[in-house]
């Protein structure tokens, strides 16, 4: 156990901040944010082109260095390094929270491992913003970012994500946009849901509607912006009426090897929730599998 003081003696310590940037809107850059950036030794950044154009605009002059996914490992160790040798510095990412769907969450990782203090600030991501707005439940919410690129493996995502009750958040690029709410429309079922575009820009759009709305919005217009989807949670009597009822058409035989087979269960710990399942003496489990 490790207990983090962030702000005793931040003076005289080496720290990791967390910056979050503007996904969009420059205006949403705290006062605090530009603080901490003016005022770190380091910024370590996704796209250090990117991020020099965010200090010029606020007139931020300290160095900036590159940490990205193909970097990750070898900039991570030097930049633990330095923190550890008493440097702030300040990790952010092209546009928003620094770890969500962006690089950060290995150097956080370390920095922990290596007791170094990890402060983050509160700011910009299109997450919430999307959700807030959306007009669908705000809580529970499961984020999970961006779906794998193959068809088929976002597929067992999904279905992975069927019974899940709380709203779905999901980042998805142009390109994808029509694949992924056709997938999500077969697996998930028409279901509310509210894609928003371009998040503080100009052309921030919401489509709200059901799943096949959106979908068919998506496939009569030209698909622009870098996109949040929001899709209602699974109505979760239903999902209890599917899961107490799953197994009525097996035989109590195939009920048990259902365990076995797919559970890895013990033959005895199948049998015991077996019995649960259908609510009958496990003895008279017991004895359909093991005599009849």
């Known amino acids: 156990m490790w207990q983090q003081k962030s702000?005793?003696?931040?003076?005289?310590?080496?720290?990791?901040?967390?910056?979050?940037?503007?996904?969009?809107?420059?205006?949403?850059?705290?006062?605090?944010?530009?603080?901490?950036?003016?005022?770190?030794?380091?910024?370590?950044?996704?796209?250090?082109?990117?991020?020099?154009?965010?200090?010029?605009?606020?007139?931020?002059?300290?160095?900036?260095?590159?940490?990205?996914?193909?970097n990750k490992e070898s900039s991570g160790e030097k930049l633990i390094h330095k923190i550890k040798e008493g440097m702030k510095i300040a990790l952010v990412s092209d546009a928003g929270m620094p770890a969500i769907s962006d690089p950060g969450y290995e150097l956080v990782e370390a920095a922990i491992s290596e007791r170094v203090p990890v402060v983050p600030l509160p700011g910009a991501n299109a997450a919430l913003p999307a959700l807030v707005a959306s007009g669908l439940t705000c809580q529970p919410f499961y984020f999970y970012g961006f779906l794998n690129r193959s068809k088929k493996e976002k597929k067992l995502e999904l279905e992975s994500l069927k019974k899940q009750t709380g709203t779905l958040i999901f980042y998805e690029s142009p390109h994808r946009l029509k694949e992924t709410l056709t997938v999500m429309n077969e697996i998930l079922g028409n279901r509310k849901a509210a894609i928003c575009r371009e998040l503080t820009k100009k052309f921030e759009e919401f489509i709200r509607g059901s799943l096949a709305e959106v979908l068919e919005w998506a496939q009569r217009n030209e698909i622009r912006g870098e996109f949040c989807l929001i899709i209602e949670g699974a109505d979760e009597s239903k999902v209890n009426e599917e899961e107490s009822t799953w197994w009525e058409t097996l035989s109590i035989e195939e009920h048990v090897n259902h365990y076995i087979s797919l559970k890895n269960l013990p033959s005895k710990e199948a049998i015991k929730q077996t019995a649960k399942d259908r609510a009958i003496n496990k003895r008279d489990v017991y004895q359909s599998y093991h005599i009849d």
Do not use: W
């Not at 702000?7 to 080496?14: A, P, R, V, W």
């Not at 950036?37 to 300290?62: G, P, W």
């Open 7 to 70: 702000f005793e003696n931040e003076e005289q310590k080496g720290i990791l901040y967390l910056v979050p940037t503007p996904i969009g809107n420059l205006e949403d850059m705290s006062f605090r944010a530009v603080r901490i950036l003016k005022e770190a030794d380091l910024i370590a950044a996704e796209d250090t082109r990117n991020t020099k154009k965010l200090c010029n605009y606020f007139e931020i002059q300290t160095p900036v260095v590159s940490y990205h996914e193909h």
